[in-house]
Structures are given as C-alpha cells and as structure tokens.
C-alpha cells in the first residue's frame, strides 16, 4: 500500500508521498510516488500515485513519453489548463488499462490504481485533482482542500481538525508530515523516505523539495512532540464521572 496526500492552500500547494511498496513480508521495497513535470514560470505538475506499482509507473511513463513525443498521446506540457492536465493523465491511465487490464483481469488482479494531480498553467488558477483508476477525476474546492490516496484512513483526522484554505504553507507541511507519522505508526505498508514538494500560488514552480527519511533530524523532532503532545492532551482531558 502507499499514503500520499495534496492540499490546496489560498498560498499554494503542498503534496507529499511515501515510498514504500509492499508485496509480503519479505518484498518491501523503496520506490519514488511524487513526480515532477515542470517548466518554470510557464507550468507545473506534480503527480502522486498510490495503488499497483506497475500500473502507476506505466501511467507516469506515459506521461513521460508523450512530452518526448514517443507514443501520440496528448503531451502534458502543453496543456493549456489544469482541467486539461487532469484529462491527459487520465488518458495515460486508461491507456495502461487499454494495455494490460484483460491480462491482469486473467490472472485475477484488479486495476487498482490512483493518482493526485496539482498545479498550475501560468495564467490559469492553481488546482487539485484525484484522479480514479477509470480516468475519471474530481476537483478540490475551499470546502474539501485536500486529497489522500492509498492507506488514508490513520492521517485523516488530523487533517481534517487542522487544514483549512488559509492554513499557511509551512503549517501544511507539518501538518501532512504528522498525517505520515500517524499513518506509519498504525500501518506498516506506508514508510520512508518521504518526499514533499512545496509551490507558491502563481509561480508554477517548486518553492520546496524534500526527502526526509526515518532518521531525519526535524522529522524525529516532530514525532516525538506530537506523540508528547497527545499524551499530555489526554491525561489533561476531563474524566468521565462515572462509577465502576
């Protein structure tokens, strides 16, 4: 399993991904989940994947391969808008699926596979898509800012009590590295190293990247004062009045 997640900030955007993939006990592996398409200050597309490895990094390679003009399908760079972007990269996982899903459907392995998409053509809005395995695709609005693919359920809550449009970035940034320690915490098919990309609203570029790995001096520093944290929240939290 994978855990990535997008949040879409009235200052900009912060994505993040994990790195692990898991096939059994004995085949973990590390493989890169984020990727980058960018032409500074013209676009920028930042791609998270999560679901079955092979089916991702096709879809990601056809992205590739279209912008370097090898397979006639749509090239992502020249996408005149988000909507557009999100179409594109949903082709090329359609595509995979035109290529391989009545093999997979043989041997009995679902298409199981999703995809956060995030940026911004220069004189377009920044946006923030999910993109499902059929193609398809639903957009981030002020109500729901953010995004989770693959393993979602343990950093959820601590998003939804912390993020909202007008969170800054770095807070954002926090606040997904906590979603990853919860997640990583309670689910042992979600791992480092962690990359996380940060980009301000109308520059379509990255403003930050970084890949923290288990014994990353401010990652450690983090868990272990939101794990502190928790713990004093709870014992200072009121007590039922209740008899036993």
């Given at each position: 399993?994978?855990?990535?997640?997008?949040?879409?900030?009235?200052d900009?955007l912060?994505?993040?991904?994990?790195?692990?993939?898991?096939?059994?006990?004995?085949?973990?592996?590390?493989?890169?989940?984020?990727?980058?398409f960018e032409?500074p200050?013209?676009r920028?597309?930042?791609?998270?994947?999560?679901?079955?490895l092979?089916?991702?990094?096709?879809?990601?390679?056809?992205?590739?391969?279209?912008?370097?003009g090898?397979?006639?399908?749509?090239n992502?760079?020249e996408?005149?808008?988000?909507?557009?972007?999100?179409?594109?990269?949903?082709?090329?996982?359609?595509?995979?699926?035109?290529?391989?899903g009545?093999?997979?459907?043989?041997?009995?392995?679902?298409?199981?596979?999703?995809?956060?998409?995030?940026?911004?053509?220069?004189?377009?809005?920044l946006?923030?898509?999910?993109?499902?395995?059929?193609?398809?695709?639903?957009?981030?609005?002020?109500?729901?800012?953010?995004?989770?693919?693959?393993?979602?359920?343990?950093?959820?809550?601590?998003?939804?009590?912390?993020?909202?449009?007008?969170?800054?970035?770095?807070?954002?940034?926090?606040?997904?590295?906590?979603s990853?320690?919860?997640?990583?915490?309670?689910?042992?098919?979600?791992?480092?190293?962690?990359?996380?990309?940060?980009?301000?609203?109308?520059?379509?570029?990255?403003?930050?990247?970084?890949?923290?790995?288990?014994?990353?001096?401010?990652f450690?520093?983090?868990?272990?004062?939101?794990?502190?944290?928790?713990?004093?929240?709870?014992?200072?939290?009121?007590?039922?009045?209740?008899?036993?």
């Open positions: 399993m994978s855990y990535g997640v997008g949040i879409l900030l009235d900009g912060v994505m993040a991904a994990d790195s692990r993939t898991n096939a059994g006990v004995d085949r973990v592996a590390t493989f890169r989940k984020l990727h980058v032409d200050g013209e920028l597309f930042v791609i998270l994947t999560a679901g079955n092979s089916i991702t990094q096709s879809a990601v390679s056809h992205v590739a391969e279209a912008i370097e090898k397979n006639g399908l749509p992502l760079m996408a005149t808008s988000m909507y557009q972007a999100a179409r594109i990269v949903g082709r090329s996982l359609r595509a995979v699926y035109e290529e391989d009545a093999a997979l459907k043989t041997l009995g392995i679902d298409f199981n596979a999703s995809i956060i998409l995030g940026g911004q053509v220069k004189g377009g809005n946006r923030l898509f999910e993109i499902y395995a059929a193609g398809n695709f639903i957009e981030a609005t002020d109500d729901t800012p953010y995004f989770q693919i693959g393993e979602v359920k343990y950093g959820k809550p601590v998003l939804d009590r912390l993020i909202d449009k007008q969170t800054g970035l770095l807070d954002a940034a926090k606040c997904a590295l906590v990853f320690d919860s997640t990583m915490r309670s689910n042992i098919s979600v791992g480092p190293p962690i990359d996380l990309v940060v980009a301000r609203r109308d520059r379509q570029a990255i403003s930050l990247r970084v890949r923290l790995d288990e014994n990353d001096p401010y450690q520093r983090l868990r272990r004062y939101w794990g502190r944290g928790l713990q004093r929240t709870f014992r200072g939290a009121p007590g039922p009045e209740w008899e036993v």
